[in-house]
Each structure stands twice: as structure tokens, then as C-alpha cells.
């Protein structure tokens, strides 16, 4: 099982990005999916979550900027960002519960991480 997370890149204030995260593998089931972040000289912080029946949380430095949308059959979640602030800038990581055909129960799963930069 692995997730790979894309979709970064350098982006002015005000401006919008996708990322979009792709889970592989022998998957029986994904429960949440998230995604964190971790800014220049920071520690790695939630950013926003979702579940399999589709509840989200998100940080409130983002509500009313980000969505989460997931696709379940594709076993994809996505993050929506608007209205990008130069504090947006981090390394973004994708996250997922997944049950593994090889496994009992769920187990968290990271992407690789993808670098946003937000900044004129």
C-alpha cells in the first residue's frame, strides 16, 4: 500500500492549487483521509480530514479556503485550496486509515509530501 501525493507548486497570494493524493495497492478499505502540513521551521500540523461517510475537520486557519472532496472509488482525496496566503507555504502529506488485505485492521499510511509555496 502506498498514497502519492502531487499537485504543488509556486503560486501567488489569492491564487488557487489542487493536491491530490492516490492510494495503491492491496486496499480492502480506507476509513479517513487527510491531509497535514509542515511550514519552514515548523512541525507538522492537520490541516483537514475527512471520513469514509464523508464528515470533514478542518484547521481554522483554512476553513472557508480549503475543501477535502474524496473519491472513493478511486481511492483519492483531494485538497482545494483558495485564496492562498504566503502562510499557506509548507510541505503538504497526505494521510489515510487503510485496511490492507494483508493486515487485521486499519493502519496509517503517509504520502510523500509535496511542496507548496505561496508567495509574489
Known amino acids: 500500500v502506498q498514497l502519492q501525493a502531487s499537485g504543488g507548486g509556486l503560486v501567488q497570494p489569492g491564487e488557487s492549487l489542487r493536491l491530490t493524493c492516490v492510494a495503491s495497492g492491496n486496499i480492502r478499505s480506507i476509513n479517513a483521509m487527510g491531509w497535514y502540513r509542515q511550514p519552514p521551521g515548523k512541525q507538522r500540523e492537520l490541516v483537514a480530514t475527512?471520513?469514509?461517510?464523508?464528515?470533514?475537520n478542518y484547521a481554522d486557519s483554512v476553513k472557508g479556503r480549503f475543501t477535502i472532496p474524496r473519491d472513493n472509488a478511486k481511492n483519492t482525496v483531494y485538497l482545494q485550496m483558495r485564496s492562498l496566503k504566503p502562510e499557506d507555504t509548507a510541505v503538504y502529506y497526505c494521510n489515510a486509515d487503510i485496511w490492507s488485505w494483508n493486515s487485521t485492521w486499519y493502519d496509517a499510511y503517509w504520502g510523500q509530501g509535496t511542496l507548496v509555496t505561496v508567495s509574489s
Open positions: 475527512i471520513l469514509l461517510a464523508g464528515m470533514t
